[in-house]
């Protein structure tokens, strides 16, 4: 089996294609012969060492999150799957290793792949559109006719929310680059602004919800824009915005690890046209670390990085 893992935390230059020996999946575990899966920052995040904490110091490690694939073996226990079935999902940060031929994973976030829904673009959908479902649906409790302003309204995360608000009836405004100004409008974002010459001021009291899928929004900016009742869902803190997260209800912070029941309505959305990836680059295994290496280093996706085996 082949995979791209590391030996140790670093930048892009320790990651490696490497042979690898996979394991029999375990209790409430299920192995997958991976058919794609998606880049996320959290990647090259984890792999920085951002996260040593939960993810701990045992290597090598594996890459990536998000997968789609079909079942090749279950563990004891899992009666929800069987060989065959195509299913999609997020691997948990502690184990995760998606850029592979094969990957063992627990079950509690994972799902039946629609069938009318391709590899590609299922593999595209977890962290991304499960932070998004989680802070508007769970944590923002959004409804019809709501107005939200998403900063960052063109990145994974941010057409998510985009297009999970707009099935929900909600108005949408947002941030991006000018040259994406286009596209959001395309996508349902009424009123676009560019976020490198941002005036939160001519917004004054207008948003129901906030989302800041880049972090760069200061607390002011956040509290000019809210109208009384309205929250801001964070997931990039910085140290002073984890402050406010934990002292004020009007800041929630969203942990994108998907259940089962929330990728069910990914798919369903994916499937009824209301939820679309938009797919940046498709690479084999081989050409994995490049492409990986350039998305890090641009910060600015045109789509999703799909990789597939
Ligand atoms: N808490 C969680 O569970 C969770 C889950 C997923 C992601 N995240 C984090 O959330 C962030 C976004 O993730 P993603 O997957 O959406 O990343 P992404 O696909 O790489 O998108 C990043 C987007 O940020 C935009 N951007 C750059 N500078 C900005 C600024 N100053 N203000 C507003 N937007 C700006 C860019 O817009 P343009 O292309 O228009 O320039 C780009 O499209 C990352 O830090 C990621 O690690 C957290």
Redesign the pocket.
């Known amino acids: 089996m082949l995979r791209v893992q590391y030996r140790r935390y670093g930048g892009p230059a320790v990651m490696e294609l490497a042979e690898f020996k996979q394991i029999e999946p375990g209790h409430s575990q299920i192995r997958v012969t991976v058919k794609a899966a998606s880049a996320?920052?959290?990647d090259w995040?984890i792999r920085n060492g951002s996260a040593q904490v939960l993810t701990g110091w045992k290597f090598p490690r594996g890459m990536g999150m998000d997968f789609a694939g079909t079942v090749e073996a279950v563990g004891s226990g899992v009666t929800q799957f069987k060989a065959g079935d195509e299913v999609f999902g997020a691997m948990e940060m502690r184990d995760c290793a998606t850029f592979a031929d094969s990957l063992v994973t627990g079950i509690k976030s994972t799902a039946l792949k629609p069938q009318s829904l391709s590899f590609e673009n299922a593999a595209a959908l977890p962290?991304?559109g499960?932070?998004a479902w989680?802070g508007l649906v769970e944590k923002a409790e959004l409804k019809a006719g709501q107005s939200i302003f998403v900063?960052?309204?063109?990145?994974?995360?941010?057409?998510?929310v985009v297009q999970i608000a707009r099935s929900f009836g909600a108005n949408v405004a947002g941030?991006?680059?000018a040259?994406?100004f286009d596209e959001?409008r395309k996508l349902g974002v009424s009123t676009v602004v560019d976020?490198?010459n941002?005036d939160a001021g001519g917004f004054r009291g207008k948003f129901d919800l906030v989302y800041?899928?880049?972090?760069?929004?200061s607390l002011k900016q956040c509290r000019d824009m809210l109208n009384s009742g309205g929250v801001v869902i964070?997931?990039?803190p910085d140290i002073l915005t984890m402050s406010a997260i934990l002292l004020s209800a009007k800041h929630q912070?969203?942990?994108?690890?998907p259940t089962p029941e929330i990728l069910e309505k990914l798919g369903t959305l994916a499937v009824d046209g209301r939820l679309v990836s938009a797919i940046g680059k498709v690479v084999g295994l081989c050409e994995a670390i490049s492409a990986l290496t350039e998305?890090e280093k641009s910060?600015?996706?045109?789509g999703?990085l799909i990789i597939t085996p």
């Open positions: 996320n920052p959290v995040k962290v991304v499960a932070t989680i900063a960052g309204c063109m990145g994974g995360v941010g057409r998510a941030s991006c680059s040259s994406n959001a976020y490198r941002f800041d899928t880049h972090g760069d929004l964070h997931i990039a912070l969203v942990f994108g690890q998305l910060g600015t996706p045109k999703k």
